[in-house]
């Protein structure tokens, strides 16, 4: 079976780091990206350079209409998806929830719960038997995020319910849907937040005492698509320092 990935928020960071990743493991990989254009051709070229397949598609993946665009025009230039990361998401400035407006909130939760739905729904339509999806959520679903981001902590509490799920429903299809669980991770996200050294801030609080890196996570997510990951599904995987 070709295998044929989409990678959502493939332009930076951990998208990034795991579109390239999955590629030099043989996998035919669309990178989805909202704004960064160059960012996203930049990790095309890198996967042409090492004798890989790719193509970057710009697409709202919490826009239900270009959802179904960016999975037609996967198929139509890659062939059949077999496999998904849904690692788009949004967060805003750091803020009590007494602070945030009602239109932060529902732009936050809307946008990266829509994307995950969505891209599942259009992905479990077309999958069958050894395929498999990722969906990226965050450390902040246990914890909560109090004082910062409880919205986008919230919108990554729904990501984990819809994991559990999902992948109890189409189990028998023999899809597996896992979950990996970023913490204090070295990735641009900090910045829309307001604070780019906020992991170097909050690295003493890490059992490790670090923050982890995009291709860590990577690392993780990749595996759980992998056939070495046959007999995971409905899964979580922390990696987050021991937090």
Same mark, same amino acid.
């Given at each position: 079976m070709k295998k *044929? #990935?989409? *990678? =959502? !928020? !493939?332009g930076r960071g951990i998208g990034a780091a795991t579109a390239l990743l999955l590629a030099e493991k043989g996998y035919a990989v669309c990178i989805n990206y909202l704004n960064r254009h160059d960012d996203a051709e930049q990790v095309v070229a890198q996967i042409k350079a090492k004798g890989g397949q790719g193509f970057a598609f710009a697409a709202d993946v919490s826009n239900e209409a270009e959802v179904i665009k960016l999975f037609e025009k996967t198929e139509s230039t890659l062939g059949a998806i077999t496999h998904l990361v849904n690692n788009a998401g949004i967060l805003t400035t750091q803020s009590r929830l007494e602070n945030m407006s009602l239109e932060r909130f529902n732009k936050v939760i809307t946008t990266n719960i829509n994307s995950c739905f969505l891209c599942c729904r259009e992905a479990v339509k077309r999958m069958g038997n050894g395929c498999a999806i990722v969906n990226v959520s965050s450390g902040a679903a246990r914890t909560g995020s109090p004082n910062e981001y409880i919205d986008y902590a919230a919108s990554k509490g729904a990501i984990d319910t819809l994991t559990i799920g999902l992948s109890k429903e189409v189990?028998?299809?023999? +899809?597996? #849907?896992?979950? #990996? /669980? @970023? !913490? &204090? +991770?070295?990735t641009e996200m900090h910045s829309d937040g307001g604070e780019p050294n /906020? #992991?170097?801030? &909050?690295?003493?609080?890490? @059992?490790?005492?670090r923050g982890g890196t995009a291709q860590e996570v990577a690392n993780a997510i990749v595996w759980l698509l992998s056939d070495?990951?046959?007999? *995971? =599904?409905? =899964?979580?995987v922390d990696v987050t320092g021991g937090i």
């Open positions: *044929v #990935v989409i *990678v =959502t !928020g !493939g189990a028998a299809q023999g +899809i597996r #849907v896992n979950c #990996v /669980r @970023p !913490g &204090l +991770i070295y /906020r #992991v170097d801030r &909050l690295s003493n609080k890490i @059992p490790l005492q070495e990951a046959s007999f *995971v =599904t409905g =899964t979580f």
